[in-house]
């Protein structure tokens, strides 16, 4: 047994390190690399609940803040209030709030929209495509979007009306 020991121990060693080499390859020149503050952001065409298609470059020359969420997600429950009341007092010519829902069905998001009494447009990620385009592993994500279509801003976890506000206000069009 203590010369296969060794063996065994020598296999299992190579087998780490050719993980490791092929892990490190991958993250070093993977070409679907998660977009970044500065980067422009990925184009989406998703369905929302309203029934129509809503693409990201249709809203080019906006400021638009695109959120992330699920239903089964509470801080997406706490900040949805402050989206809404946001969303309620924005000029629409210059801004935009896209929520993204995160493969849930129709009926259980419609649900939420309807007791939270959400009117912005909520889209449907159904087979979470956008999702990994973006790179969101954790809820809620916003990408705020300046007029050119450039990521100004992300913002992982929860975020309160005054944090929306100025985030806005940071990437707004000089001039509106």
Known sequence: MGKHKRWVQMVIFAAVIVIGALTMFNNLYATDKKPVEGS?????????????????????????????????????????????????????DTTAILGLNLGESKVTVQSFIDQYKINFPILLDDNEETRKRYGVMQYPTTFFISPDGKIAKIKIGEMDEAYIEQTFASIAAPGK
Do not use: R
């Open 40 to 92: 422009k952001a990925p184009d989406f065409t998703l369905v929302g609940l309203d029934g129509k298609q809503h693409k990201l470059s249709d809203y080019k020359g906006k400021s638009v803040m695109v959120n992330f969420w699920g239903t089964f997600c509470p801080p997406c429950k706490n900040e949805m209030p402050a989206i809404q009341h946001h969303y309620d007092k924005m000029n629409k």
